[in-house]
């Protein structure tokens, strides 16, 4: 209704400012819609953390130590003791020594000294010197000159010419462009694709996601080395081996054989047997036996049966019944309380108002006369792109798109309206 009230407001100034020049020229109406800023007031969620101190009982376990009194029977044993006699047989041994007559030989050893003959061959050694004749082939050294070639290898200067390339290059400055990549939340088509653990096809369904996309970017300058080689002609002195063979004398040593005699004497050994004799002494054990008569004691064991009388300790028992009391300690647990304060830590949420300027559209109708050169018009509901003119260049410009942003969250369900502190 509001859109209809303004429409006929601005329809109604149009027709009554229509001159007679212009009631012969045409027209037609076209909306625009128009951005204009507007102060408005937001409440921001804000959390703020305390520190609160609150009472709390605790409970401590006490151990307490008591008696308990129990009441027990027993049977204490009494003992009883008795003398009965008792009667048993037996062996008492006795002893009777006789004496018996033995004839022993003992025998005695005398010793006796005498000479033995011993008779022995023996080799005596007999040296016997003679000479013999030994011929030998001696070496006689004599001395030869003789020239021998020494190789000796030097180092010849030569002088080459030889082409190296050098840069002569510089540092230039190159423009470099750096793309702007942001996120743009897009809606993906569903695919199908196969899976490596089963193998087979699945379908992905579709959804949104956010997509790269390349908006804009900025030069940059960037700089960069850039080689230049140039060729010069460079002298090398290097070195090259070269081969002097020399004529060196040298005195050689060789030997003659040389045949000598002489005579060398030569002593042998030889052996002869030979008979010795010697007296020998020796002493020499002679057994003698004499014989003797010798009394030999011999004890003789009887055994006689006697009747022998003991008086054997016979202990009875006999149980008698008691009564005794214990005492039984015992542990009984108390929890006596406590009282401590804590310190709580908790999140309180506060709301800030903060004041932002809000985008409002408004729709604008013009007049464009039919004869004028063609413009793009948008629907109702569509912003347009007509630049306009003043200050409202700025504001048309910064919140183009706006309206794009708003059908896109409207389509998607995504509320971009700030959420309303409680209260307000």
Known sequence: MKFMTAF??????FTSGVTAQECCTSYRLVPQTVYEQQPCTVYRLNYETQVVERPVTTYRPVWETKTQTRTYKVMRPVYETETRTEEYTVLRPVYETEFREETVERVTYETETRMREERRTVMRPVDETSEREEHRTVLRPYTERQYRDEVETRLRPVVTTETQLQDHGSWQDFWKFEPRVCKRLRYLPGTCYCDQCTGRTTYRPGRFRFVDEVR???YSVERQYVPNLVPHAVQR??????TIVTKVPVDVTKYEPVREVRRVPVTQRRWVEEEQQRFVPETVQKPVVQQYVR??????????REVVQRKVPVQRVRYIEEVREESI??????????????????????WERVEQVRTVPRTVVSKVPLSSSPTIAEGPGEPSMTRSAGPSETTGRTSSLRPIIEKQSSDLGIDLDPPTPPGR
């Open 237 to 242: 002195l290097h070195y090259e081996p070269e």
């Open 8 to 13: 006929v407001a601005i329809l109604t100034a």
């Open 295 to 304: 009394r030999v004691p011999v004890e003789k064991v009887t055994w006689k």
């Open 329 to 350: 300690p015992y542990r009984v647990q108390k929890w006596v309380p406590e009282q401590k304060v804590e310190r709580v830590t908790r999140r309180v949420p506060t």
């Open 216 to 218: 804009g970017g900025r």
